[in-house]
């Protein structure tokens, strides 16, 4: 059995896989883990790639795109590590960070899931961890309301504007970016909800663990670089929002109140025409 299973899900970002999965190797140094990478049918040549510069890498290559919850499930299943780390394709890992971390849940049995620190390319914070969603602060999302007011209470609240990014804390969720958790957290293998499409998989599974009583982490002296929806920005921001809506709808119905999805449900639409309304504004702003 291997210490970690790295599982990478990839769509077009061959560029970024490539310095990803360098920088693994170069900065991994204490453990013994497996990477896996399962492409989405990717048009740009990471199949090809991944056959050329990385045969020690096991690649899953698809012939349509499964999304992400499905596709993790693809290596998850096929995975012997004692940990599994979903790791995003536009991170870089930085020196021992996978180390440092699989050295943490050895020594926490308590910990369910773990989240580091992620930076953004100059180095800077990226802020990661979350409460867990309410209606409030998704129907102010929803009405782009943070857009116009981003230091209204229920997103200070929801953003944990208030935490210490410098000190080890337990949170709600961590960003899906880089999280790793215990195989066997939820069964003997613990795979995503596959009714989510992208967005939002990574809190339900956050939300199922705490419910088991375990504990999610963050934990700050392991750094990874994340540049941040590099797969995902290559869809136009209406159809985004038309698979975040989906996506909310699914974890609310799971996990809310029966109200809660009314209002969901009615807000929607009003939320399609603000991301066209934001989208076209944009265009005219980069012509003008």
């Given at each position: 059995?291997?210490?970690?299973?790295?599982?990478?899900?990839?769509?077009?970002?061959?560029?970024?896989?490539?310095?990803?999965?360098?920088?693994?190797?170069?900065?991994?140094?204490?453990?013994?883990?497996?990477?896996?990478?399962?492409?989405?049918?990717?048009?740009?040549?990471?199949?090809?790639?991944?056959?050329?510069?990385?045969?020690?890498?096991?690649?899953?290559?698809?012939?349509?795109?499964?999304?992400?919850?499905?596709?993790?499930?693809?290596a998850i299943k096929l995975s012997n590590g004692k940990y599994v780390i979903l790791l995003n394709p536009d991170t870089v890992v930085l020196e021992n960070a996978l180390d440092l971390m699989v050295n943490y849940l050895d020594n926490n049995k308590d910990v369910g899931i773990l989240g580091c620190k992620l930076l953004n390319k100059d180095g800077s914070l990226q802020e990661s961890c979350r409460r867990f969603p309410d209606i409030t602060t998704y129907s102010n999302i929803l009405l782009k309301i943070h857009a116009i007011f981003p230091n209204k209470k229920c997103f200070s609240k929801y953003f944990m504007k208030d935490m210490n990014y410098d000190?080890?804390?337990?949170?709600?969720?961590?960003?899906?970016?880089?999280?790793?958790?215990?195989?066997?957290?939820?069964?003997?293998?613990?795979?995503?909800?596959?009714?989510?499409?992208i967005w939002f998989e990574e809190v339900d599974f956050c939300y199922n663990v705490k419910k088991r009583g375990y504990k999610v982490i963050y934990l700050p002296d392991a750094k990874i670089v994340h540049y941040k929806a590099q797969s995902f920005s290559q869809l136009m921001k209406v159809n985004q929002q038309k698979v975040f809506n989906r996506s909310l709808l699914i974890y609310f119905t799971k996990n809310g109140e029966k109200s809660d999805?009314?209002?969901?449900?009615?807000?929607?639409?009003?939320?399609?025409?603000?991301?066209?309304?934001l989208q076209i504004g944009k265009a005219l702003k980069r012509k003008g």
């Open positions: 059995m291997y210490d970690l299973s790295v599982i990478i899900v990839s769509w077009n970002t061959k560029n970024l896989i490539r310095d990803c999965l360098i920088s693994i190797k170069n900065n991994t140094h204490k453990i013994l883990y497996e990477v896996y990478l399962v492409d989405n049918n990717s048009a740009d040549g990471t199949v090809e790639m991944m056959h050329t510069e990385f045969e020690d890498v096991k690649l899953i290559a698809n012939k349509t795109n499964n999304g992400f919850a499905k596709a993790n499930n693809q000190t080890i804390n337990e949170v709600d969720q961590v960003m899906g970016a880089a999280l790793m958790y215990r195989t066997n957290i939820l069964g003997e293998k613990s795979y995503l909800d596959e009714d989510y499409w999805v009314l209002i969901l449900k009615l807000l929607f639409p009003i939320s399609i025409v603000l991301s066209y309304v």
